[in-house]
T-cell receptor, first 113, second 112 residues
Framework: DAGITQSPRHKVTETGTPVTLRCHQT?????MYWYRQDPGHGLRLIHY???????DKGEVSDGYSVSRSKTEDFLLTLESATSSQTSVYFC????????????FGPGTRLTVL | DAKTTQPTSMDCAEGRAANLPCNHS???????VYWYRQIHSQGPQYIIH???NNETNEMASLIITEDRKSSTLILPHATLRDTAVYYC?????????????FGKGTHLIIQP
């Protein structure tokens, strides 16, 4: 299995509070992604990164920001969490843009009350 | 990305080969076929991918028809731990950082 960890694995928070999820990889892969998974929607891309300090938006980026200051870490921040952001969040990595196999982390289950 | 069509669910007896079909009739020449699976509450797991030729690895075999409009994922000796949702995805090579598009997949249930 690819060396990907996510923290925390579970979090319950209240509406309006900031939340940061962390994805850590030990594979030295260039690309990192954040997805959310909700019933009836499948996985949807939030943001991705193609290198340190290089990020771009995905399909459902509103309400989320990301940062990547080191190759191994990709942070997802909910500046002011809302109940609609209750979801399971998955991080993924891939070695390069031309090698499209993405490997996924174990996920973080976030509940916003 | 080309669309895929998969059966909603399938059953297979433990120890038998599980054959999961996928239709991708609008696939383009530079698009690969990828298979992932997701066991309940876990992250999607990469299984295998291919372009034209059949592929085999330690987990499964991928059979792609000559016209590339459909493919079959084969788990040669299914176990209870293979119960999962299986996703067939097509996407271009050199696709950059585009996200993967997961459809509804096939819920494979391995029966003891």
């Amino acid at each position: 299995d690819a060396g990907i960890t996510q923290s925390p694995r579970h979090k319950v928070t209240e509406t309006g509070t900031p939340v940061t999820l962390r994805c850590h990889q030990t594979e030295n892969h260039r690309y990192m992604y954040w997805y959310r998974q909700d019933p009836g929607h499948g996985l949807r891309l939030i943001h991705y990164s193609y290198g340190v300090k290089d990020t771009d938006k995905g399909e459902v980026s509103d309400g989320y920001s990301v940062s990547r200051s080191k190759t191994e870490d990709f942070l997802l921040t909910l500046e002011s969490a809302t109940s609609s952001q209750t979801s399971v969040y998955f991080c993924a990595i891939s070695e390069s843009g031309s090698t499209d196999t993405q490997y996924f982390g174990p996920g973080t289950r976030l509940t916003v009350l | 990305d080309a669309k895929t069509t998969q059966p909603t669910s399938m059953d297979c007896a433990e120890g038998r080969a599980a054959n999961l079909p996928c239709n991708h009739s609008t696939i383009s020449g530079n698009e690969y076929v990828y298979w992932y699976r997701q066991i309940h509450s876990q992250g999607p797991q990469y299984i295998i991918h291919g372009l034209k030729n059949n592929e085999t690895n330690e987990m499964a075999s991928l059979i792609i028809t000559e016209d590339r409009k459909s493919s079959t994922l084969i788990l040669p000796h299914a176990t209870l731990r293979d119960t999962a949702v299986y996703y067939c995805i097509v996407r271009p090579s050199g696709g950059g950082a585009d996200g993967l598009t997961f459809g509804k997949g096939t819920h494979l249930i391995i029966q003891p």
